[in-house]
Structures are given as structure tokens and as C-alpha cells.
């Protein structure tokens, strides 16, 4: 069965400080894919990334980057730097087949972040 | 990216009553999904809209409580039927682009 487990149900920090959410993952499939999504107090989902298994580089994008360890199952994402519009509920997923055999997402519960001016 | 429509953006309702929610993509999909956010929790798929097919559910949601129409492949109807105050969530419908779930900007739903 596919699992995602988003420990931190919510974190606070200080504006510029650094701070990392963690995502840790089950699943059987020796294929399979990482997202991540950021959902904003207005509530609209925005995709940030995309991993893939076979690729363990970590990512970096601006003042975001995510560290994949398939040796320990996970995903994290730091962000540098933090800025109050980081604020956000963030979303961990993995990607599996459905009941219709599409390929559909398993979210975590999700990390609430405050960035406090 | 594909741009996704829904209409109403938030609805607040009479128990025992139903309400449609409309899903409009602007560009041709295979396939569209909703998915159901309760308060404060994480995103559940609710069922698969295949056009010209009945909708896939998944487990513990079912066609009568959450009909779904596919007329083609831009457009795609979720009623929430006979609510109750437990229907109270977030509703949204998705589509792939690429290698991406893209998601509408959600219908909020609040059940009296």
C-alpha cells in the first residue's frame, strides 16, 4: 500500500530563518514519483516539483530545495531564507495507479508553515 | 499549463439538499479527477470522470452519493447529493499535463 507521512503537522519561524518539512514515503514499486504542492491560505494547489525514483540529485530552486534519500524513504523540503508568502499548508505526494487505473496521487496530511514577520 | 474552471467557488447549503459543482478545462482530457479536502486534512481521491464511460469511484465513495457526469472532454459535473454537515469540504477536480496534477481553485462547502 502507498503511504506518505508528513510528521510535522505545523511549524513556526521567524522571518529569514531556514526551515525543513519532511516527508517520508512507503510503497512496492520500484518506479515511482515524488510531488510536492504548496496550498496558500487562499486555497488553490500549486505544483512545486516532481521527483522521479531512479533520480536521487537533490533539487534546488531559488530558496527552495528538496533532498531526496531512497535509502531512508524520503523527500524533504527546505526552504532558505523564509519569507512570509511561504506561509502555506505543504502537501508530500506520491504517485501510484487508481481503482481506474489512472495514475493518481497519495497526499500526506500536511505541514502547516507560519513565517512570522 | 492547463487552466481549470470551477463554478461555485463556495457554497453554503441546507442539509438533505445537492449541489453541483462544474469543472471546466481548457484543453481536451482523457481523464479528470476530484478529490475532497476535509477541514484541516489532506486530499482524498473521490472518483475518475472518463469521458463517455461511468465514473470509477474509490473506495468509500459511491455513484449515488456523488453522481458524476462526463459529457466531453473539457467539462466534467461532481454533485454532492443529500447533504449532510459531513459533506462539509473542499471539492476539487484535477488533470494531468505532462508530468503534472494540476488542480482547480477549489469549491468550498459548508453544510448547514
Known amino acids: 500500500a502507498q503511504k506518505v507521512t508528513q510528521a510535522q503537522t505545523e511549524i513556526s519561524v521567524v522571518e529569514k530563518e531556514d526551515v525543513t518539512l519532511d516527508c517520508v514515503y512507503e510503497?512496492?514499486?520500484?518506479?515511482?514519483?515524488l510531488f510536492w504542492y504548496k496550498q496558500p491560505p487562499s486555497g488553490e494547489l500549486v505544483f512545486l516539483i516532481r521527483?522521479?525514483?531512479?533520480?536521487?540529485q537533490n533539487e534546488i530552486s531559488g530558496r527552495y530545495s528538496w533532498n531526496f534519500q531512497k535509502s531512508t524513504s524520503s523527500f524533504n523540503f527546505t526552504i532558505t531564507a523564509s519569507q512570509v508568502v511561504d506561509s502555506a499548508v505543504y502537501f508530500c505526494a506520491l504517485m501510484h495507479r487508481s481503482g481506474a487505473g489512472s495514475y493518481q496521487l497519495t497526499f500526506g496530511k500536511g505541514t502547516k508553515l507560519s513565517v512570522i514577520p | 499549463s492547463a487552466v481549470i474552471s470551477q463554478k461555485p467557488s463556495r457554497d453554503i447549503c441546507q442539509r438533505g439538499t445537492s449541489l453541483t459543482i462544474q469543472c471546466q478545462v481548457d484543453?481536451?482530457?482523457?481523464?479528470m479527477f476530484w478529490y475532497r479536502q476535509q477541514p484541516g486534512q489532506s486530499l482524498t481521491l473521490i472518483a475518475t470522470?472518463?469521458?463517455?464511460?461511468?465514473?470509477?469511484?474509490e473506495s468509500g465513495f459511491v455513484i449515488d452519493k456523488f453522481p458524476i457526469s462526463r459529457p466531453n472532454l473539457t467539462f466534467s459535473t461532481l454533485t454532492v447529493s443529500n447533504m449532510s454537515p459531513e459533506d462539509s469540504s473542499i471539492y476539487l477536480c484535477s488533470v494531468w499535463e505532462g508530468e503534472k496534477l494540476f488542480f482547480g481553485s477549489g469549491t468550498q462547502l459548508s453544510v448547514l
Open positions: 484543453s481536451q482530457v482523457t481523464m
Open positions: 470522470a472518463n469521458q463517455g464511460s461511468e465514473a470509477t469511484y
Open positions: 510503497t512496492r514499486d520500484t518506479t515511482y514519483y
Open positions: 521527483r522521479n525514483s531512479f533520480d536521487e
